[in-house]
């Protein structure tokens, strides 16, 4: 029996080709995706990878062997597939490894309506089935296969993006989006068509070989480009999009990075102008700003773990206008609870062009405390490292520890959380406090501690 360990994780498949996976065990997870979400039809869509063509097609043999009909939408980004399952009502899958190098590939699944697919819903059922299908042999095909066609859908998802966001009336602005080689190449032309948006394009043209940088806005190196574009043209601000372009991160009119937690609390302000009183959803490695903010604009804030699964799972039980994470994915009730980057953009767009100050000074009002950022340490010994941090402040006056995702410690002035890779031996801190010197005196203790 294969061990998918490897490349099955949390909330996708995810791994090298083909040294990892192929075709042939594409197939068979195209196979046990129709059997475990109950396919009579699937809707596929991939990114820009050398692989993802044949993949995505393997897939789709799959589905249809087991007598379900396939979509196929061809080129698009993760929140276009996503627009896809929710639009057509139909489970989908994706084919991209994101941000990962060009060697990597992978599989982001959902049910109908673009309802995640991970450990709990149904990923590792699938899992159980590839593997005993790869060691035992698939199934004979049903006796009426499903039919395969072909559907493009970009002009229909730009549409339903603009409709929820009133662009007509902006003041022109200048923005400078960088692609990194990946689908925002192909999404943000369709998308920004006919605006009063002057655009200036970099590293459009799509290439999973990643030329230019990694499409992975998160590493600072890779916005450096961007960055000095902006300065270089004068720009209103800039866009940097990842791989499959679900992920966006701004920079405003000084080059300077607009924190992921004030894109959220901003777009929350936004969104509960017009449902006042809704529940917005963040993660707990969002900024103390996004629960006040969400509070000053009476809505409610709702506090979850890391992770897409987690925020569409509380976006559905709690009917949640709005997700954030810091990591710069952003779910809308009126995107099928999903995560779109490219929405998110768009609100920025609005906000920023209907006023007439820098983007610099309107985010600043939702940027209120220093950060670490993310600090990565790699340790042997995962569970006891961050055991050990929780002992040292466990008794400590002030200060108040949960769990919910790994060790977060809060006192009146800081906070830090501790959380395990759940890929790599890394243990990796974040911290926010009121003032940088705050922030630096929290992360020498507990890295002294870590990397002991």
């Not at 950060?371 to 002030?398: H, K, L, P, T």
């Not at 200060?399 to 031996?425: I, K, M, Q, Y």
Request: aromatic share 6%.
């Amino acid at each position: 029996m294969p061990d998918l360990s490897g490349i099955v994780k949390a909330y996708d498949v995810r791994g090298e080709v083909p040294d990892q996976w192929d075709e042939s065990l594409a197939e068979l997870f195209g196979a046990a995706f129709a059997e475990v979400v109950d396919a009579t039809a699937v809707v596929i869509g991939h990114d820009m990878r050398p692989s993802s063509p044949g993949l995505a097609r393997a897939f789709a043999r799959g589905v249809a062997a087991r007598g379900a009909d396939v979509t196929e939408i061809g080129l698009c980004s993760t929140d276009q597939l996503y627009y896809a399952s929710g639009a057509l009502d139909l489970p989908g899958a994706m084919f991209t490894a994101s941000h990962n190098p060009a060697q990597y590939n992978g599989i982001k699944m959902c049910r109908a309506g673009a309802a995640p697919v991970g450990q709990d819903s149904g990923l590792a059922e699938i899992r159980a089935l590839v593997e005993r299908w790869a060691d035992e042999g698939a199934p004979a095909p049903v006796a009426t296969p499903g039919t395969i066609d072909q559907r493009d859908v970009l002009t229909d998802y730009a549409a339903h993006l603009r409709s929820l966001v009133d662009l007509e009336t902006i003041r022109p602005l200048k923005v400078v989006v960088d692609a990194g080689n990946g689908m925002g190449g192909h999404t943000v032309p369709t998308v920004f068509d006919g605006l009063p948006l002057q655009l200036d394009a970099m590293y459009f043209e799509l290439d999973g070989t990643f030329p230019n940088h990694e499409a992975n806005p998160l590493d600072p190196a890779n916005i450096v480009d961007l960055q000095a574009r902006v300065r270089e043209t004068g720009a209103d601000l800039g866009l940097a999009f990842d791989g499959d372009a679900d992920r966006c991160f701004v920079v405003d009119e000084r080059g300077e990075p607009v924190a992921p937690s004030a894109i959220t609390a901003l777009v929350a302000a936004r969104e509960l102008a017009k449902d006042p009183g809704a529940t917005v959803i963040h993660n707990l490695i969002t900024s103390w700003s996004v629960p006040e903010v969400v509070r000053e604009n009476g809505g409610n804030p709702v506090r979850t773990r890391v992770g897409h699964s987690f925020i569409k799972a509380e976006m559905a039980r709690t009917g949640a206008i709005f997700g954030g994470e810091h990591s710069a994915h952003y779910y809308f009730r009126d995107f099928w609870n999903a995560d779109t980057g490219m929405l998110a953009a768009l609100h920025v767009l609005s906000a920023l062009g209907h006023q007439q100050g820098p983007l610099s000074e309107l985010v600043a009002a939702y940027d209120r405390y220093a950060a670490s950022g993310e600090i990565n340490s790699r340790v042997a010994d995962q569970a006891g490292r961050a055991a050990a941090v929780r002992a040292a402040y466990a008794d400590r006056e002030g200060v108040t520890l949960d769990e919910l995702d790994g060790l977060t410690v809060t006192a009146d002035d800081w906070w830090f959380n501790l959380r395990p890779s759940n890929t790599e031996p890394l243990l990796r801190l974040n911290i926010e406090a009121r003032d940088a010197a705050t922030v630096d005196k929290v992360r020498d203790e507990v890295l002294a501690i870590v990397r002991a």
